[in-house]
C-alpha cells in the first residue's frame, strides 16, 4: 500500500552512486510496475544493505538508478533459522518456503524423510530448487526482507545428522508431544537462545517421522517439541514456529 | 499418524451408550477409512464432549458405535479469537479458515474491505459459505478440536463494527505499525487477554486497509497492532495472531 517496491541486486551492479537494473528486474519496474525516470525504488545489496534509489535512466531494458538515502533497517529474526520440511505432498512446500520467508527463516532444507511420499529425481531436484529460489526472492522483496533465504539441496536423514553440527539449537516437531500431558513447551527452548545462534528446526512429513527417525534424531541432540495442543498439518508447523519465535523475540523480548 | 478418526455428530444422534453415524461421515468411516465392526473412533458431541467409540453395526450406509470411554480434552485456546479476514482474490480465504482452524480459530468473519478485489452476490455468497463450513470441519477432526469453528455470513465494516460490540478485546493488523519505530507491540495486547475474553482480529485484504476503515476502527477501539517488523501478506497475518496467542497462553504461560 503505496510503498516502494524492493529488488534484490548482484554486489556487481552497485556503482558509486549508481546501481544497474537487468533481466527479470528491469522488465518488473518498467512493465509490471510501469516506473518512468524520477520514480523511487528500493535496492538491497547482498551484504543485507539497502537504499532508496531514484531512476535516471531506462535504456535498452536497463533500468539506471541514483543512490539517495541509505536505510538502516533492522527486520531480520534475531536468531537463524533454518526449516528442514519433510518432503510434503502436492505444492505444499511451496507455501512453506513462501510464507517461512515472510516470517523470517533464513534458510530451508527440503528433507527426504522416511514417510515421504514424493520422490525427487535429480532432474526434477533441480526444477524444483529453482522455483523455490524464485520463491523466497519474490516473498523477500513483498515483506520487505533485507537478505533472501538459502535453499539447500535436499538431504536425508544422514546428511541432515551431518549438517546439524553447524547448529547451536536443534530441534523437531513431534505430535507426541502434543498428545500427552508430559511434554516439553516450545518455550522452554526459545528462553535458552542466544543472539545469533543458529537454529535447526525438523519437521515430519504428512505421515509424521518414522520411529527410526526419531531415535537418531534424538541421540543426535535434537529436541521434541510441542506446538500448543492441537495436531497440526506438516505445513503448519514451520509457520507456528517462526510466528512464535518472532513474537517471542521481537515482540515480547521477555 | 496411528490416531483415530475423529467424527463431529449431531446431538440426536447420540443415544444412551451408543451414536449413529450417517451419510458423508459413514461413508468416509467404511470407504475412505475402510473400518469394520469392533474398529474404534472418536466421536465428538456438539457440546465439546468427546467419547471413544466401537463399531457394532454397519448396515443400510449408517454406522453404529458403542461409547467406550469418555475423554478429558483440553485442547481449545483459552480465549475465544475470531478472525474477520478482508476478502482476499483467489482462494485464499480457504487457507486462512482451515490453518485458522488447526490452530484454534473460534469463529471467522469474511470482511467486504474497501480494498477487496472480489466481490460476492448471495448466491456465490451461499456456495463459498458452504465450502467454509466443510473446511472447518475436516479440519477440526484432522487438528482433534472437540469444537467447530464458526463461519459468519459476509459483514462489511458498519455491520463488523455492531458486531464488535460483542467482543473484549478488538485488535487490527496495521502494517504501517510495522514500518515505523513507534508501534504497539502485539505482545501487550495479548499480555492483557483475560481468560475466555472474546477477541476479535481484524485482517485488511491484499491492498490494506483504506485510510477511512483505519479511522472508523481505531473510533471504534479497535487496536493497531504490529506482528514483527516484516511486512506480512493477507493470509500470513490471522496465522501470525493465532499461533502467537497459543504461543503465549498454552505455551509460555507468562
Request: aromatic share 8%; charged share 30%.
Amino acid at each position: 500500500m503505496f510503498q516502494l517496491q524492493r529488488y534484490f541486486l548482484p554486489a556487481e551492479d552497485w556503482k558509486d552512486q549508481y546501481v544497474i537494473i537487468r533481466g527479470d528486474d528491469a522488465h518488473h519496474i518498467t512493465r509490471v510496475m510501469r516506473n518512468r525516470i524520477d520514480d523511487q525504488l528500493i535496492c538491497n545489496h547482498p551484504d543485507s544493505e539497502s537504499a532508496i534509489c531514484r531512476i535516471t535512466e531506462i535504456e535498452n531494458g536497463i533500468v539506471i538508478a541514483k543512490i539517495e538515502k541509505w536505510l538502516d533497517e533492522d527486520v531480520e529474526l534475531p536468531v537463524d533459522v533454518t526449516i528442514a520440511q519433510g518432503l510434503p505432498k502436492g505444492d505444499k512446500l511451496d507455501l512453506v518456503i513462501q510464507k517461512g520467508t515472510e516470517l523470517g527463516a533464513r534458510s530451508f532444507i527440503p528433507f527426504k524423510a522416511d514417510r515421504s511420499v514424493v520422490k525427487w529425481d535429480k532432474k526434477k531436484e533441480e526444477k524444483k530448487l529453482d522455483r523455490y529460489r524464485k520463491i523466497v526472492k519474490e516473498a523477500s522483496e513483498q515483506s520487505h526482507r533485507t537478505e533472501i533465504p538459502l535453499i539447500h539441496p535436499s538431504m536425508n536423514l544422514v546428511e541432515l545428522i551431518k549438517e546439524s553440527a553447524n547448529y547451536q539449537v536443534k530441534i523437531f516437531a513431534y505430535e507426541e508431544e502434543a498428545k500427552g500431558t508430559d511434554y516439553l513447551s516450545f518455550s522452554k527452548v526459545v528462553k535458552q537462545f542466544h543472539e545469533s545462534d543458529r537454529v535447526l528446526v525438523c519437521i515430519g512429513p504428512e505421515g509424521g517421522f518414522s520411529l527410526d527417525e526419531v531415535e537418531t534424531l534424538k541421540e543426535n541432540d535434537f529436541i521434541p517439541v510441542r506446538l500448543g495442543p492441537r495436531i497440526l498439518r506438516t505445513e503448519t508447523a514451520p509457520l507456528y514456529v517462526l510466528a512464535s519465535i518472532s513474537y517471542h523475540l521481537e515482540e515480547l523480548r521477555c
